[in-house]
């Protein structure tokens, strides 16, 4: 056990993963599905018995019409479809049941997970707290510090903030300048035309910042790469886009209603009738537990 650490849960995709990955027969007392709570069951269990965190949050997206990305480009993350309603009750089913365990969730109803993510993580940092993220998403690699650890859990891949730079080419630090660049069609993020990631990072890795890069613009054709007049006229017609897309990729880490008072302890004291919440949940959505299993998960959440 490592009380100095920090672990913040982007949790959304191990949901959607489930929900893909695993059968939609499986249903609830009431006939709904809950594939996907199924699944997301078993990665929280894993994830609290092998690695035994001390201080836990998890950060949920929540479907937002206006949000802070989409109020600087409208068309951020349009193309997605929305999440069908069999689905969004599986994630209000999630997050009841980390209450009901007695773990932090949070999201914002502005801001995106990330962003509560990057937010707590600052907050905790001055503290000299070290984070590690559990996450799925590039973008979260920005985050990292010297000592952190960004950890697609399902996978067991680990980067931490020197395998970032060997794997995108660039620092941390430069992955939201990296992405402005090379854009993401993920997140529908335009970028600059025909420049990709690796052009991107060569072009940080020459110049250091977009902002250096775009004062630089001259720079760029005397550069030994290829076609690197052709890269100075595309930078020099796309600077505005660049700039745009920056305050997309870039992951805010200064939000007004993060919480930052919410304690993340995993391990406290439940009362009989919070037990007794809990097995009921588990009946409704036809997870059965021995006693056995009930004393572990009983373990688990009091330490």
Not at 71 to 91: G, M, N, T, V
Request: glycine share 4%.
């Amino acid at each position: 056990m490592t009380p100095q650490k920090i672990w913040l849960v982007d949790s959304n995709i191990y949901i959607f993963r489930s929900w893909f990955k695993i059968p939609k027969s499986l249903k609830d007392k009431d006939n709904n599905p809950v594939n996907a709570v199924h699944g997301f069951i078993d990665f929280v269990y894993h994830l609290l018995t092998q690695e035994q965190p001390m201080q836990i949050g998890f950060a949920f997206d929540q479907t937002l019409k206006e949000s802070h990305r989409r109020a600087i480009y409208p068309e951020y993350k349009a193309h997605r479809k929305s999440a069908p309603d069999d689905l969004r009750y599986q994630f209000r089913l999630c997050r009841s049941l980390l209450r009901l365990m007695g773990l932090a969730e949070f999201s914002s109803g502005y801001y995106e997970a990330d962003d509560l993510i990057g937010t707590l993580a600052q907050h905790y940092r001055r503290q000299n707290k070290q984070i590690i993220l559990i996450t799925a998403d590039k973008d979260l690699t920005q985050l990292i510090h010297k000592g952190d650890i960004w950890w697609e859990y399902n996978h067991n891949k680990k980067l931490d903030y020197r395998a970032i730079k060997k794997r995108f080419k660039v620092w941390p630090k430069q992955i939201a300048d990296l992405l402005a660049i090379a854009g993401d069609k993920a997140d529908n993020i335009p970028g600059v035309p025909e420049i990709g990631m690796s052009t991107a990072a060569q072009l940080l890795n020459r110049f250091g910042t977009l902002e250096n890069l775009i004062a630089s613009i001259p720079e760029i054709g005397k550069a030994k790469m290829r076609r690197a007049k052709y890269l100075q006229n595309l930078i020099a017609a796309h600077v505005e886009q660049m700039r745009l897309s920056q305050r997309l990729t870039k992951i805010v880490c200064d939000i007004h209603d993060a919480p930052l008072e919410q304690p993340l302890q995993r391990c406290r004291q439940h009362t009989q009738q919070e037990y007794q919440r809990l097995w009921e949940f588990f009946e409704q959505i036809n997870y059965p537990l021995t006693e056995t299993e009930r004393q572990q998960w009983i373990k688990l959440i009091t330490c």
